[in-house]
């Protein structure tokens, strides 16, 4: 992946962990597809801006407070893999999250094309070299 690439990935993270939805869909392809873990409460495969949008606002919605932090980023070639931690407050439970992810995106055109979510690095790793295959 092109630095500039990278950087587009990094900075539309950046938007995300200051809540800045504005500027995150600057970063964003209109066919952008997001296909959530099974570890998180809203499972789904979200294509196109509109859906991109509607599951991080169930996401974030749900939560009385969320902070994120990139904690890697992989340059896997045609992909990069960004594991990230998520933590949180349910707004209805006050229960408290603490959840790592492991994202497989795509850029093309300098915005993100594909968001895929895995519970593992190594998950993440294994489906990127298929993506490239």
Not at 59 to 75: K, L, Q, Y
Not at 89 to 100: H, I, P
Not at 102 to 118: E, I, N, P, S, W
Request: proline fraction near 3%; charged fraction near 30%; include cysteine.
């Amino acid at each position: 992946m092109s630095p500039e690439d990278l950087e587009t990935v990094r900075r539309a993270y950046d938007a995300f962990a200051r809540g800045d939805l504005e500027t995150l869909t600057i970063f964003l392809a209109p066919d952008i597809e997001w296909r959530t873990t099974p570890d998180v409460p809203f499972m789904g495969n979200y294509v196109g801006l509109d859906e991109f949008l509607r599951g991080m606002d169930e996401w974030t919605g749900a939560f009385e407070e969320i902070t994120t932090r990139v904690e890697e980023m992989i340059d896997a070639g045609q992909n990069v893999i960004v594991r990230h931690r998520m933590w949180g407050r349910g707004k209805d439970s006050g229960a408290e999250v603490d959840l790592s992810i492991c994202q497989v995106v795509a850029v093309r055109d300098g915005k993100l094309t594909r968001m895929h979510d895995y519970s593992t690095r190594e998950e993440a790793l294994e489906a990127a070299a298929q993506l490239q295959g």
